[in-house]
């Protein structure tokens, strides 16, 4: 599985912007995909989960009710967005793409991580 996200970019206090992350390879093997950050000079965060089985989701606190994270599944490709709207400085970060992947039974799920996409808000 390969991840590419795309999107990001320079966006002032309010603002909205959709991420997206193109995943392709073995995209059935994808049990749950999502978005984490990571600012500079902390720990990359959890943002929002979408599992595959139903496209349930999870939320951290801090986006909750403001980004919105949503799936598209066709043969071979899956796309992965999140729409973020009501944007604080404190959301400026590199925003990665996440897939845990479950290439067969008996077999450890791998975490295959996308090559970031930066968002900055200004204040």
């Known amino acids: 599985v390969q991840l590419v996200e795309s999107g990001g970019g320079l966006v002032q206090t309010g603002g909205s912007l959709r991420l997206s992350c193109a995943a392709s390879?073995?995209?059935?093997?994808?049990?749950?995909m999502g978005w984490y950050r990571q600012a500079p000079g902390k720990q990359r965060e959890f943002i929002a989960t979408?599992?595959?089985?139903?496209?349930?989701?999870?939320?951290a606190d801090s986006v909750k009710g403001r980004f919105t994270i949503s799936r598209e599944d066709a043969k071979n490709t899956m796309t992965m967005y999140l729409q973020m709207s009501s944007l604080k400085p404190e959301d400026t970060a590199a925003y990665y793409c996440?897939?845990?992947?479950?290439?067969?039974?008996?077999?450890?799920?791998?975490?295959?991580w996308g090559q970031g996409t930066q968002v900055t808000v200004s204040s």
């Open positions: 979408i599992a595959t089985e139903g496209h349930s989701t999870n939320y």
């Open positions: 390879g073995s995209t059935s093997s994808i049990v749950i």
């Open positions: 996440n897939a845990e992947v479950l290439y067969g039974l008996g077999y450890p799920p791998q975490d295959v």
